[in-house]
């Protein structure tokens, strides 16, 4: 097959080429250029996709012996992720920016300019495995990201290639290690690349405005002052800087926030509990169910997977969890799991 193979500069894109040309495969290499400034986005440990990355993805694709490319996707990455990021959390909603980069630009942009010019797979260097055209986690579940694949749909999972779904994470640096790849102990990337300097109520600040508000206990009495209820997310404990304690002593919490007032209501970590979710732009692996099934939903791309039933209602979904799950904030993603098999994802609108 003619396989290209998406290289971001780090050990596990490296290895997973390589993979790929060992198994025979005609394999090409390509950068993605998120940045038209790519010195904005973070560099070393804490980065990706950065001038260093592109750099260190074209010495591997040097050591597999394979042609090498770097596209520019800068544009389609701004008004994709980067816009969809900041319009979500003006919203009040929370995105992961990792899962729609995986949606909208390595698996709907790339594959399709892929399949255009006559590949037959786009290669990644993600945990996941396919199995019977069906995503299932990876061996190591540790490293596992089925949860951020979990809105790919059957035709691009049939065009994807996961070579290091079967193998832990501490052996794919030892091979890495015997293929003379210098990226071999090069630390993962972390946080949002986009954000250089990790200050993410900062950057929202310059693209949103400031729009002070009230932070509000579960009475509706004001307890503190804020600059943007954007800088907010459900569950957040940190930066609230409430003037003056809750009446029991404990920790506060953000319940809930409201951009259309500017309000941000604050209250006991009991009251994040929530054990019934609803989400949209439903993504279901086969035909959908006609009733309710049991199956487990996983809400943070590493959180616990827990059990639940989930009823399909035409693009949505709602879920009844068993066990409660904290902090779940409208604009995550649910993805719905059958063992180690992933029946279906969603993008969560509402929970209590």
Same mark, same amino acid.
């Given at each position: 097959?003619?396989?290209?193979a998406?290289?971001s500069?780090?050990v596990?894109?490296?290895v997973?080429?390589?993979?790929?040309?060992?198994?025979g495969?005609?394999?090409?290499?390509?950068?993605?250029?998120?940045s038209s400034?790519?010195r904005s986005f973070?560099?070393?440990?804490r $980065?990706c996709?950065t001038?260093?990355d592109?750099r260190?993805?074209?010495?591997a694709?040097?050591?597999?012996? &394979?042609?090498?490319?770097?596209w520019d996707?800068? #544009?389609?990455?701004?008004?994709d992720v980067?816009d969809?990021?900041?319009?979500?959390?003006a919203?009040?909603?929370?995105?992961?920016?990792?899962?729609?980069c995986n949606?909208k &630009?390595k698996?709907? $942009?790339?594959l399709?300019k892929?399949l255009?010019?006559?590949?037959d797979?786009?290669c990644t260097?993600? @945990?996941?495995?396919i199995?019977?055209?069906r995503?299932?986690?990876?061996v190591?579940?540790?490293?596992?990201?089925?949860y951020?694949l979990g809105v790919?749909?059957?035709?691009?999972?049939?065009?994807?290639m996961?070579p290091l779904?079967d193998?832990?994470k501490a052996?794919?640096? *030892?091979?890495a290690q015997r293929?003379g790849?210098?990226?071999?102990d090069k630390? !993962? =990337?972390h946080?949002?690349?986009?954000i250089a300097d990790? !200050?993410?109520?900062?950057?929202l600040?310059?693209? &949103?405005?400031?729009?002070p508000g009230? &932070?509000?206990?579960?009475?509706?009495?004001t307890?503190?002052?804020?600059?943007?209820?954007?800088?907010?997310t459900?569950g957040q404990r940190?930066?609230l800087?409430i003037?003056r304690?809750?009446?029991d002593g404990?920790?506060r919490?953000?319940?809930?926030v =409201?951009?259309?007032?500017?309000?941000?209501?604050?209250?006991?970590?009991?009251r994040?509990?929530?054990?019934?979710?609803? $989400?949209?732009r439903?993504?279901?692996?086969?035909?959908a169910?006609?009733?309710p099934?049991e199956?487990r939903a #996983?809400? *943070?791309?590493?959180?616990?997977?827990?059990g639940?039933?989930?009823?399909v209602?035409?693009? #949505?979904?709602e879920?009844?969890l068993?066990?409660p799950v904290?902090?779940v904030a409208? $604009?995550?993603?649910?993805v719905? @799991?059958?063992? !180690?098999?992933v029946?279906?994802?969603?993008?969560i609108?509402? =929970?209590d």
């Open positions: 097959m003619r396989v290209l998406a290289m500069g780090g596990d894109s490296a997973a080429a390589a993979r790929a040309v060992e198994a495969h005609e394999v090409t290499g390509v950068h993605l250029a998120l400034n790519p973070r560099s070393g440990a $980065g996709c001038l260093e592109s260190d993805a074209r010495r694709a040097d050591v597999v012996g &394979i042609p090498f490319y770097v996707v800068a #544009q389609r990455f701004r008004a980067v969809d990021f900041v319009a979500e959390y919203a009040g909603r929370t995105p992961n920016p990792c899962v729609r949606e &630009i698996f709907s $942009g790339v399709d892929a255009a010019l006559g590949f797979a786009v260097g993600h @945990y996941a495995r199995d019977g055209g995503l299932r986690r990876a190591d579940h540790g490293k596992d990201q089925s951020v790919l749909t059957a035709g691009q999972l049939a065009h994807a996961f779904g193998t832990p052996e794919v640096r *030892r091979e293929r790849l210098a990226v071999a630390p !993962d =990337s946080d949002v690349c986009f990790g !200050d993410t109520a900062g950057f600040r310059d693209r &949103i405005g400031a729009a009230p &932070i509000v206990d579960e009475t509706g009495a307890v503190g002052r804020h600059d943007g209820a954007f800088a907010f459900v940190r930066g800087r003037g304690p809750a009446p404990k920790p919490y953000v319940l809930d =409201s951009p259309v007032t500017a309000t941000v209501t604050v209250g006991p970590a009991e994040l509990d929530v054990v019934r979710l609803t $989400g949209d439903l993504r279901w692996w086969g035909p169910p006609r009733g099934i199956c #996983q809400i *943070r791309a590493h959180g616990e997977a827990v639940c039933e989930a009823s209602q035409g693009e #949505q979904v879920v009844t068993r066990a904290r902090g409208a $604009g995550q993603t649910v719905l @799991y059958e063992r !180690d098999t029946l279906g994802s969603a993008t609108t509402h =929970s």
